[in-house]
């Protein structure tokens, strides 16, 4: 089956360090979508990417779908306390498909 | 809109009892998922319906998992009968399908439901 690997599991920074978190799937996506979780809390949807080689940017978080549909990264610059949570991506693999396989996570601490 | 709501927000329930979990979607999404989130295995998909009709179960672990969607603002998750390996948070999510595409818009969780079986 679909399986999306990501890397790393955890993730300390010094606040104001940069932090980068690598999704891969073993198959082509249609989508990859991210999500945040804070501690104690549920995920809560960040953005949808769904065209090859797609970049986007949300102020200190920029988003990226790599050529071939089967990977992708979300950089936070300058990382604030705020940022602290465990990273979700998720992918699609149909086009029609409505079906989300999620990554096991990148738990990011912030050291103040 | 309150979002998705589910109930109840903790339960601790005993080995071999019925749980019954119950989410309230986003009025207007047509899909709903039931996933449940352990330290071991992350979130993994249980089962998701669309216009309240089952479209894949496939991750349900055993048959004493069943979920329901008896109309589009109701969805139940029952365990029967429970045991300690299910002790998990289990959540559930809506969206809408129109949104497939749009970078905008995914799946809206609920808060979940902390289920612990001893």
């Known amino acids: 089956g679909q399986q999306v690997m990501q890397i790393p599991q955890y993730q300390h920074v010094q606040e104001g360090e940069d932090f980068t978190t690598y999704c891969n799937s073993s198959?082509?996506?249609?989508?990859i979508q991210w999500y945040k979780q804070r501690p104690g809390g549920h995920p809560v949807f960040l953005i949808q990417?769904?065209?090859?080689?797609e970049v986007k940017k949300q102020k200190r978080l920029t988003f990226q779908f790599g050529e071939a549909k089967k990977n992708s990264s979300l950089h936070i610059t300058a990382t604030q306390t705020t940022d602290v949570g465990t990273y979700f991506c998720?992918?699609?693999?149909?086009?029609?498909?409505?079906?989300?396989?999620f990554g096991k996570g990148t738990k990011l601490s912030v050291i103040p | 809109d309150a979002g998705v709501i589910q109930s109840p927000r903790h339960e601790v329930t005993e080995m071999g009892q019925e749980v019954t979990l119950r989410c309230k979607p986003i009025?207007?999404?047509?899909?709903l998922f039931w996933y449940r989130q352990t330290m071991m295995r992350g979130l993994e998909l249980l089962i998701y319906?669309?216009?309240?009709?089952?479209?894949?179960d496939s991750g349900m672990p055993e048959d004493r998992f069943s979920a329901k969607m008896p109309n589009a603002s109701f969805s139940t998750l029952k365990i029967q009968p429970s045991e300690p390996r299910d002790s998990a948070v289990y959540f559930c999510?809506?969206?809408?399908?129109?949104?497939?595409?749009?970078?905008?818009?995914?799946?809206?969780f609920g808060s979940g439901t902390r289920l612990t079986v001893v």
């Open positions: 198959t082509t996506l249609s989508n």
């Open positions: 998720a992918g699609k693999r149909g086009a029609g498909s409505y079906q989300l396989t």
């Open positions: 990417l769904v065209k090859s080689g």
């Open positions: 999510a809506s969206s809408f399908s129109s949104h497939v595409t749009d970078s905008n818009y995914g799946y809206t």
């Open positions: 009025s207007g999404h047509d899909y």
């Open positions: 319906f669309n216009n309240n009709v089952p479209i894949d």
